[in-house]
């Protein structure tokens, strides 16, 4: 597993958003954050519903793949993903199809639903499973294969998770053919992810610190210096803190922290998670 992959971080109520018209057919893509396979699905709903005449709603949606938090082996396990179910859809354009299978909703089309696919990738620090990959995708009444698998290799080649990519097809009376649909049902789909804002969901190692009050500006600054973050802090008679590392950084953190306080400052590492880092453009 990669140090870092990546996700989209527009929100559902705010999606990316790209076009492609070909031959009087208008497809509209749509590209946002989802948490689960379930709020993927709920997400699809929602861009039917708003779409009430459009034949076609296609989706692929990728979730999991990385540990959401992950304590250390002594204290406790990863994370699982939410599971769900496919979604069938649409009315039929007319494109030529082989596959008749009825969806959930009792509605006709072509890979109305793909199964779902999964792997378990070891956490090397901590022992445990981190969360599995799951996908979805729907051709929804188009030729099988033309639209939803499309959209999903958009989003495999890209390295993206967590997010979900609708495309609805408004027909405009011509026949696309297979070729012409996974051009127009892939080139929407890239076109939404152009205008989306993109992060990488980076690894961090979190640990637990105990101070005095006399050191803690310089600690902060050691933290910064690193790309690390303050997630909490209390303040009694000393300071007690949780922060997180980039895991790339972690062994030099450990470093700077023993010998800028002389080891007074234990550096106890409390677990692993991957937090979203936006990319700038």
Known sequence: M????????????????????????EFLGEACHV?????????????RGRNPKARHVA?????GGHDVFVQD???????????????GHGTGTGEPHTDSRYGAGGRQGTDSRHGT????????????DMRRIEERMSDDGEPSGTAGKPILEVLRTRGLT???????????????????????????????????RLARLVKFQRYYIDMAYSPLAHFQDIL??????????TY????????????AHREDFERRVREAFSATIETRRIGTERRAVAIRR
């Not at 948490?35 to 861009?47: C, M, P, Q």
């Not at 051009?183 to 929407?188: D, I, L, N, T």
């Open 117 to 128: 696919s999964t792997e378990s990738h070891p956490d090397t620090d901590t022992g445990t």
């Open 162 to 196: 967590d997010c979900v990519v609708s495309v609805t097809r408004y027909f405009g009376g011509i026949l696309l053919g297979s070729g012409g649909l996974i051009r127009a049902y892939a080139g929407s789909c890239t076109a939404a992810l152009d205008t989306a």
């Open 236 to 247: 009694t008679d000393r300071v007690s803190l949780r922060v997180a590392v980039p895991a």
């Open 59 to 63: 989706y692929a949606a990728i979730v």
């Open 35 to 47: 948490g689960s396979v379930r709020e993927a699905l709920a997400v699809i709903e929602g861009v």
């Open 2 to 25: 990669p140090q870092s992959v990546m996700t989209i971080l527009d929100p559902p109520e705010r999606p990316a958003q790209g076009r492609v018209v070909d031959r009087k057919s």
């Open 73 to 87: 082996a002594t204290t406790g396990s990863g994370a699982d993903a939410t599971t769900g179910s496919g979604l």
């Open 224 to 233: 910064a210096s690193l790309g690390g973050e303050q997630l909490d802090v």
